[in-house]
């Protein structure tokens, strides 16, 4: 029986879950969630298990703008850098119209920073509409999708915005 040196298996195995990773972010995987920072809205396969980042952040705001979804959060810290993401499921809940869960992440990286700190953050959400406009054979021009917003960690709805193109 031939046996293979323990990092040749790990390798082998890193790279079975970085190109088998149940969502549609290129090269973003379960285990690589902690990681992920992008202007855009990544779209989640929803069978995929969700545990990116949901270290504590507020939404004070939320709106969009053309494409374009402007958060404005405030969270503690001040020592180290923090990392935002936001995720929708690859599905929409039927109703006029349509609805999609927006999840913030937030990675504090270990900071226990005192100071309030408030940031905006923008995030591009026409892959949502590209989605939408597949899903619904959309004329490509037209269209309405209500963004369920939730704060790190929380299965509540915290806000919700219209989001029309």
């Given at each position: 029986?031939?046996?293979?040196?323990?990092?040749?298996?790990?390798?082998?195995?890193?790279?079975?879950?970085?190109?088998?990773?149940?969502?549609?972010?290129?090269?973003?995987?379960?285990?690589?969630?902690?990681?992920?920072?992008?202007?855009?809205?990544?779209?989640?396969?929803?069978?995929?298990?969700?545990?990116?980042?949901?270290?504590?952040?507020?939404?004070?705001?939320?709106?969009?703008?053309?494409?374009?979804?402007?958060?404005?959060?405030?969270?503690?810290?001040?020592?180290?850098?923090?990392?935002?993401?936001?995720?929708?499921?690859?599905?929409?809940?039927?109703?006029?119209?349509v609805q999609s869960d927006i999840w913030l992440s937030h990675q504090a990286n270990?900071?226990?920073?005192?100071?309030?700190?408030?940031?905006?953050?923008?995030?591009?959400?026409?892959?949502?509409?590209?989605?939408?406009?597949?899903?619904?054979?959309?004329?490509?021009?037209?269209?309405?999708?209500?963004?369920?917003?939730?704060?790190?960690?929380?299965?509540?709805?915290?806000?919700?915005?219209?989001?029309?193109?």
């Open positions: 029986m031939k046996t293979f040196p323990l990092h040749i298996t790990t390798i082998s195995l890193f790279f079975f879950i970085l190109f088998d990773n149940g969502c549609e972010h290129p090269g973003l995987t379960n285990l690589q969630y902690q990681f992920a920072e992008s202007n855009s809205v990544i779209i989640l396969n929803p069978f995929a298990v969700h545990n990116f980042p949901v270290d504590t952040a507020k939404i004070d705001t939320a709106f969009v703008s053309v494409d374009t979804l402007v958060l404005t959060i405030s969270y503690r810290g001040g020592y180290t850098k923090h990392q935002f993401a936001v995720y929708s499921d690859s599905g929409f809940f039927e109703s006029d119209p270990g900071d226990i920073g005192k100071t309030v700190i408030t940031q905006t953050l923008q995030f591009d959400m026409s892959p949502l509409k590209r989605l939408y406009q597949k899903e619904y054979y959309n004329d490509g021009i037209h269209g309405t999708i209500i963004l369920d917003i939730h704060e790190p960690g929380s299965n509540d709805i915290t806000t919700f915005v219209y989001y029309t193109f």
